[in-house]
């Protein structure tokens, strides 16, 4: 059983000793006292030169969210976040901001070459055709540089952080933000409406079809910073964009949460795809530290015959609990999320995805990919339902799990609600280690054991890397280290 | 903090402590327990995640007046077998009648060769035999509210005891009969120790003399011992304004083979709960049911395998039909422990959609905490293929008979599982009249 043992090697390397991504950088930052108080909505909402209605709009969240509580129903149990001993906001300090990479704190240009990711190199490649990717870095809670910047205007998107949308395209965050998660959705994203310091703002305008790939790189760096990051990308009729946003985190001690909300808006005939890495720090052996990565993340398919797609490779932190999802409110929309979480350690995953199914033949597809080794715990939870007008409604899901080590868990809860009759919904799930059959059928083929198990090894999760777009397939492996699929890229 | 009580739920409260069965005292300490439990919880509602999608506490309006279980009610035998579907009296049996709850010895047939003791509740109770000192403790989990209703206002029920190596010549056939003026409340309960290697069938009807509804609150409790064979079937005849509510926990001993069907065919709200827990190694479960609904029948089918041992196989296949504004539910959950290795679970649900006003909803849950296991579920939602059905007409089929074909065909795959072929010919012959009373 080589290839077997060659995936517990693989998941191994993501273990604390191993995680080569646990550094911490020292640069200077401004941030806010610790606590949580109406003056500290209001010290972000002035520190960001916000217009009132956000202000208005943040109080409105924080009053809200005093009166929730925090959710207990996912399959994790972890020490509860202590709201008043964090810190809310944290900004690098400088007197200006930077006009090109030369300017940009080496340190912080280090840090990025450690993550591996190749802002510099982005000079080289911005002479080449075809491989451009845009990166609107994020180093704790600001937008420190933003590339490509030019080039996307030409095309008129719009590629920012949100507090530079609120300040040039206020009328676009306005009818936009929380359309699809609304404010008061859950406790964290409430939390998050309330206090939430950056993140990317994405307008593509009618008919464009965006001409790279837009990515983001968060990464916590002050210690005690909650990170409560806030995304929002409209695709406007007709239009295209591929997203992707990845992820790691420096070791350290204390847990640290990151609460971020991400809302995605498809019109009449657009398309998002949307990927995602996660690669936070996930603890040590006895499961301390670690981050919490309670992320509230939604499409709205609003326009008929729209898409939309989420990707996503979970492999980090301490605990995670997200549930990606699309609301299909457009006739003919369509809705897919495909998903590899890895947990391994103490690490306990409980994510999945939504679809809900309101306009006329939408149709979904769920591929869930989840691998438990050393002492984790890997739940799905996923929810597809059919409301009373979705004739036609259409979903597959796919949950498989492999079990890797007599110490781990793998979980599914499915929910499947149909109120149509023409509704035609199928769920399977498997959980497993490999199955004599598969050996045999391999074998039966001439191939020996070892190259059978490694070949139902990398199969395993083929079907998810194998929707990740050709950039992020290379940075996958590079970021994480580990390669469940050895012949894929 | 003042709760806030349905009507039902104060009825129901007042009825746990009004009526309190006779027995020893550690049955009145389960008893206090378990009233002092549903009076904390109350009705289950669509927060309490078990019972999400089956909401008492608004489905339940009132509580009815509770059944009659003196020894003045007059019941003929002839009556309640008149009552029971066309084959199902004619099925030899040793018929065990339960009249509003309570065992009925005159009606009943409880003297069975080879040792085989069978008990009123209320017999078994005041006698305080050894073997039945297990009852109300079976379950592993806490009693939800229903179970805790149960185990609170139970009137009587039947309990057997069969002995090592007893193999009985015909099933036992327990006839749950409700009468009197108006809607009325039973609750009863079943409980069955089974002997090593002993080889018993058990059929459970529901009937009801008069055209009322009847609110029924049934528990079983099932020990099976190793290497004996156990079949149950269940069919109830409920008013469609009924309300059924059954609980059945086992424990299977090693190679045990369990194996359980039931037929729903509307009859308002209903909810069949298991919770199965392998004791044993390599003991194998099957359960399985067809609901066929109309109007605005509920039916709730709930299930915990729960593999505490290894090698075992569970085997869970459910078909439902669906019309009108019929609604039902499915919430299957396969638990494999730590260590229980080898366990080969496969669970099947699928729903057939013939209105756009009927909702199904499934929740198939699996939760494994060993890694040499083999676990699938699988849950479809659709409605009538239409190229089957064009396969058929193309043939010449009218279209109604192509689609009684197809449906037939349908919930023909479970009833295929009953394996007491006379059982299972009124079982399809009940579901073919239900079709036919469909358009």
């Known amino acids: 059983m080589a290839a077997v043992k060659e995936?517990?090697?693989?998941?191994?390397?993501?273990?604390?000793?191993?995680?080569?991504?646990?550094?911490?950088?020292?640069?200077?930052?401004?941030?806010?006292?610790?606590?949580?108080?109406?003056?500290?909505?209001?010290?972000?909402?002035?520190?960001?030169?916000?217009?009132?209605?956000?202000?208005?709009?943040?109080?409105?969240?924080?009053e809200r969210w005093k009166t929730m509580s925090e959710p207990d129903w996912a399959k994790v149990s972890y020490k509860k976040p202590d709201f008043q001993d964090l810190y809310y906001y944290a900004a690098p300090k400088s007197t200006e901001g930077p006009k090109s990479l030369d300017e940009v704190d080496p340190e912080l240009l280090e840090t990025y070459a450690k993550l591996g990711i190749p802002l510099k190199e982005q000079e080289v490649l911005a002479g080449v055709e075809g491989a451009r990717v845009a990166v609107d870095a994020v180093f704790d809670s600001v937008s420190?540089?933003?590339?490509?910047?030019?080039?996307?205007?030409?095309?008129?998107?719009?590629?920012?952080s949100i507090s530079e949308a609120l300040k040039e395209h206020p009328?676009?965050?306005?009818?936009?933000?929380?359309?699809?998660?609304?404010?008061?959705?859950?406790?964290?994203?409430?939390?998050?409406?309330?206090?939430?310091?950056?993140?990317?703002?994405?307008?593509?305008?009618?008919?464009?079809?965006?001409?790279?790939?837009?990515?983001?790189?968060?990464?916590?760096?002050?210690?005690?910073?909650?990170?409560?990051?806030?995304?929002?990308?409209?695709?406007?009729?007709?239009?295209?964009?591929?997203?992707?946003?990845?992820?790691?985190?420096?070791?350290?001690?204390?847990?640290?949460?990151?609460?971020?909300?991400?809302?995605?808006?498809?019109?009449?005939?657009?398309?998002?795809?949307?990927?995602?890495?996660?690669?936070?720090?996930?603890?040590?052996?006895?499961?301390?530290?670690?981050?919490?990565?309670?992320?509230?993340?939604?499409?709205?398919?609003?326009?008929?015959?729209?898409?939309?797609?989420?990707?996503?490779?979970?492999?980090?932190s301490a605990v995670t609990w997200k549930y990606p999802s699309c609301i299909l409110r457009g006739d003919n929309s369509q809705g897919e999320f495909y998903s590899i979480a890895i947990s391994n350690g103490m690490q306990q995953v409980d994510s999945g995805t939504k679809m809900v199914h309101l306009g006329k033949n939408t149709s979904s597809r769920i591929i869930s990919k989840g691998i438990s080794a050393g002492k984790s715990s890997?739940?799905?939870?996923?929810?597809?339902?059919?409301?009373?007008?979705?004739?036609?409604?259409?979903?597959?899901?796919?949950?498989?799990?492999?079990?890797?080590?007599?110490q781990c868990s793998a979980h599914t809860v499915p929910y499947i609600e149909a109120k149509n009759s023409s509704a035609t919904f199928e769920h399977e799930a498997t959980t497993s280690k490999i199955s004599d059959d598969q050996m045999f059928y391999a074998q039966a083929r001439g191939l020996n054991e070892e190259e059978a198990v490694a070949l139902i090894v990398n199969g395993f999760a083929r079907e998810v890397i194998q929707k990740l777009p050709m950039e992020f397939m290379a940075e996958t492996q590079k970021l994480i280290g580990i390669s469940l699929e050895g012949s894929v890229g | 903090m003042d709760i806030v009580r349905t009507e039902a739920?104060?009825?129901?409260?007042?009825?746990?402590?009004?009526?309190?069965?006779?027995?020893?005292?550690?049955?009145?300490?389960?008893?206090?327990?378990?009233?002092?439990?549903?009076?904390?919880?109350?009705?289950?509602?669509?927060?309490?995640?078990?019972w999400k999608y089956t909401d008492l506490k608004s489905g339940m309006r009132t509580a009815f007046d509770l059944a009659d279980a003196g020894g003045a009610v007059d019941v003929s035998a002839d009556a309640v077998m008149a009552k029971l579907p066309d084959g199902l009296a004619e099925r030899e049996a040793y018929h065990l009648i339960v009249v509003n709850g309570v065992l009925n010895q005159g009606l009943s047939e409880t003297e069975i060769s080879g040792g085989v003791e069978v008990l009123s509740l209320k017999d078994a109770l005041l006698a305080n035999a050894e073997w039945i000192k297990p009852l109300g403790a079976v379950q592993q989990a806490d009693r939800d509210a229903i179970q805790a209703l149960n185990l609170a206002t139970m009137q009587?029920?039947?309990?057997?005891?069969?002995?090592?190596?007893?193999?009985?010549?015909?099933?036992?056939?327990?006839?749950?009969?409700?009468?009197?003026?108006?809607?009325?409340?039973?609750?009863?309960?079943?409980?069955?120790?089974?002997?090593?290697?002993?080889?018993?069938?058990?059929?459970?009807?529901?009937?009801?003399?008069?055209?009322?509804?009847?609110e029924s609150n049934v528990a079983g409790e099932f020990i099976v011992g190793s290497r004996a064979k156990f079949r149950h079937m269940k069919m109830t005849m409920d008013h469609n304004d009924s309300v059924h509510l059954a609980n059945f926990v086992g424990r299977l001993g090693e190679e045990t083979d369990y194996g359980f069907f039931q037929l729903v065919l509307d009859g308002g709200i209903s909810r069949n709960q298991f919770e199965m827990r392998y004791d044993g190694n390599d003991a194998i479960a099957n359960i399985s049911g067809a609901a066929l609904l109309q109007g605005k029948s509920h039916a709730d089918l709930t299930l915990v395998m729960d593999h505490a041992a290894t090698g075992c196989v569970s085997r869970e296949l459910f078909k439902t039909v669906l019309d009108d504004q019929a609604r039902a539910v499915f919430q299957g959950k396969v638990i494999v422990q730590p260590?229980?290795?080898?366990?080969?679970?496969?669970?099947?649900?699928?729903?057939?959609?013939?209105?756009?006003?009927?909702?199904?909803?499934?929740?198939?849950e699996l939760e494994i905490y060993?890694?040499?296991?083999?676990?699938?579920?699988?849950?479809?939602?659709?409605q009538i293929d239409e190229d089957l059905l064009f396969y058929l007409r193309a043939r010449g089929i009218p279209e109604k008979e192509a689609r009684a074909l197809l449906i037939q065909a349908f919930f023909g795959e479970a009833l295929e599982l009953v394996e007491d072929e006379a059982v299972r010919d009124v079982m399809i012959e009940q579901a073919v009249n239900w079709y036919s009373k469909t358009r």
Request: hydrophobic share 35%; aromatic share 8%; net charge negative.
């Open chain 2, 156 to 214: 009587g029920g039947v309990c057997v005891r069969v002995p090592e190596g007893a193999k009985l010549d015909k099933p036992l056939h327990v006839i749950f009969v409700t009468t009197g003026a108006g809607p009325r409340a039973v609750a009863s309960r079943l409980f069955f120790d089974i002997g090593r290697e002993a080889d018993v069938q058990l059929i459970e009807s529901h009937v009801s003399l008069e055209d009322a509804p009847v």
């Open chain 1, 171 to 316: 009328e676009l965050v306005k009818k936009y933000l929380g359309t699809v998660v609304p404010k008061s959705d859950n406790f964290y994203a409430t939390l998050n409406s309330a206090v939430f310091s950056d993140g990317s703002f994405v307008y593509i305008p009618p008919g464009v079809r965006c001409p790279m790939e837009l990515s983001t790189y968060f990464r916590i760096n002050e210690m005690n910073t909650g990170q409560f990051e806030r995304t929002l990308v409209i695709a406007d009729k007709g239009s295209y964009v591929s997203y992707l946003e990845g992820c790691t985190a420096p070791m350290r001690d204390e847990n640290q949460l990151h609460a971020a909300v991400v809302e995605l808006v498809a019109l009449e005939d657009a398309e998002i795809k949307y990927s995602t890495v996660q690669n936070w720090y996930p603890g040590n052996k006895e499961g301390k530290g670690g981050v919490y990565n309670f992320v509230t993340k939604r499409g709205d398919c609003r326009g008929d015959n729209s898409k939309i797609s989420w990707t996503q490779v979970e492999t980090g």
């Open chain 1, 144 to 160: 420190v540089v933003t590339t490509f910047k030019k080039e996307l205007a030409e095309a008129g998107v719009i590629f920012c």
């Open chain 1, 7 to 62: 995936t517990i090697e693989h998941v191994k390397e993501i273990d604390v000793d191993k995680y080569k991504y646990g550094f911490s950088t020292d640069i200077e930052m401004v941030k806010a006292p610790k606590g949580l108080n109406e003056d500290i909505v209001r010290f972000i909402s002035e520190k960001k030169g916000e217009p009132e209605w956000m202000l208005e709009w943040r109080l409105d969240a924080f």
């Open chain 1, 378 to 406: 890997n739940t799905y939870r996923g929810l597809v339902s059919a409301h009373k007008k979705a004739s036609n409604a259409r979903n597959f899901t796919q949950c498989d799990s492999l079990l890797i080590g007599d």
């Open chain 2, 9 to 50: 739920e104060s009825a129901l409260i007042a009825r746990a402590s009004d009526n309190q069965i006779e027995g020893p005292e550690w049955l009145k300490d389960l008893q206090d327990a378990a009233r002092d439990e549903f009076q904390s919880l109350g009705l289950p509602h669509r927060r309490v995640e078990e």
């Open chain 2, 339 to 364: 260590g229980a290795q080898k366990t080969d679970g496969e669970m099947m649900s699928k729903a057939l959609l013939l209105s756009d006003d009927a909702e199904f909803d499934s929740k198939p």
């Open chain 2, 370 to 382: 060993a890694d040499d296991v083999l676990c699938g579920h699988g849950a479809t939602t659709g």
